[in-house]
């Protein structure tokens, strides 16, 4: 109950101070590429749930819906912008919506696209899949797009195991200090 609190006041918070932001970046999405300026993506949720997430639309139109590490040359298929979406983590801010209507929390698990199905077997079997995904969680911290799934499955667990309101802040520190720096982003 307090972290759903704490994630409806910072969310509501966020959401006003991203306003400007979230507005330039639809602009320069629309601008740059044509297409709607967020994709919708089916994500797997808390108790292996699917549900819709936004994100501001970095690849073309008609890019399979897979892992970007699983394309055969990902480049290929980034918007103008793309690329610069995607390292900024400026794609990631529609998700503020997810938090707001309760489909993820700040920190968690980073949810699983529908067809993971390796990430979703080694989540469940663990128990992680009884958390609600984040924007940003320990796995994201620890290496991101690099991390192969049972790094990341053990992280989680890591997560599940110690979660708390400080450890979450913490998650959020290193997330801001990560995102400044560019770390671990592929692509």
């Known amino acids: 109950m307090r972290k759903r609190l704490f994630d409806l006041v910072m969310g509501s918070g966020a959401l006003v101070l991203c306003a400007l932001p979230l507005l330039v970046v639809a602009l320069l999405v629309r601008l740059t590429s044509p297409g709607p300026v967020l994709y919708w993506s089916n994500r797997v949720g808390r108790h292996n749930h699917i549900f819709r997430m936004p994100k501001f639309r ?3 139109v008609g890019t399979p819906a ?3 590490h699983l394309l055969n040359n990902p480049e290929h298929y980034l918007t103008p912008i793309g690329s610069f979406l995607r390292k900024s983590s400026l794609d990631e ?6 938090i707001l209507v309760g489909d993820m929390s ?3 698990p ?3 696209l529908f067809n993971q199905d390796d990430l979703i077997a080694q989540r469940t079997a663990q128990g992680v899949h ?3 995904p984040g ?3 320990w796995a994201q911290i620890n290496g991101r797009d690099e991390l192969p799934i049972p ?3 053990k992280l989680d667990v890591e997560y599940l195991n110690q979660h708390s309101l400080w450890f979450d802040l913490r998650i959020l520190w290193l997330t801001v200090v990560k995102v400044f720096r560019r770390d671990g982003v592929s692509h």
């Open 66 to 68: 897979v892992a970007t």
């Open 130 to 132: 009884e958390l609600m």
């Open 110 to 112: 980073r949810p699983a």
């Open 106 to 108: 700040f920190v968690g």
């Open 151 to 153: 790094e990341k499955v």
């Open 135 to 137: 924007l940003t969680g």
């Open 58 to 60: 970095s690849m073309r």
């Open 93 to 98: 801010l529609p998700q503020l919506w997810s």
